[in-house]
Nanobody
């Protein structure tokens, strides 16, 4: 079955960096677009970034563009999110997602807290 496992979250000071990972299994990772989403308390889940099958095309939400970098390693069935210049408003649970029609599959999430 499809499984997505996020890791790498934690507590970081404003201006700091974190690298999230999403380990995938149960499907042909190299055949699907992958995405990172986040959900802050009291807010709707929002798209952070997406990456194409080959990794040569990316999309970023306006709030993270220029600070976050999405990447993938199809040989290791893993997706990454490098987060730099973190702000308190980046505090959220971060999820990876894959759409394998007709369903969306989500990981359990990893908490990122940006605070001094």
């Amino acid at each position: 079955q499809v499984q997505l496992v996020e890791s790498g979250g934690g507590l970081v000071q404003p201006g700091g960096s974190l690298r999230l990972s999403c380990a995938a299994s149960g499907f042909t990772f190299s055949s699907y677009v992958m995405s990172w989403y986040r959900q802050a308390p009291g807010k709707e889940r929002e798209l952070v970034a997406s990456i194409s099958i080959a990794g040569d095309s990316t999309y970023y939400g306006l709030s993270v563009k220029g600070r976050f970098t999405i990447s993938r390693d199809n040989t290791k069935n893993t997706m990454f999110l490098q987060m730099n210049s973190l702000k308190p408003e980046d505090t959220a649970v971060y999820y990876c997602k894959v759409r394998i029609l007709p369903s969306d599959y989500w990981g359990q999430g990893t908490q990122v807290t940006v605070s001094s």
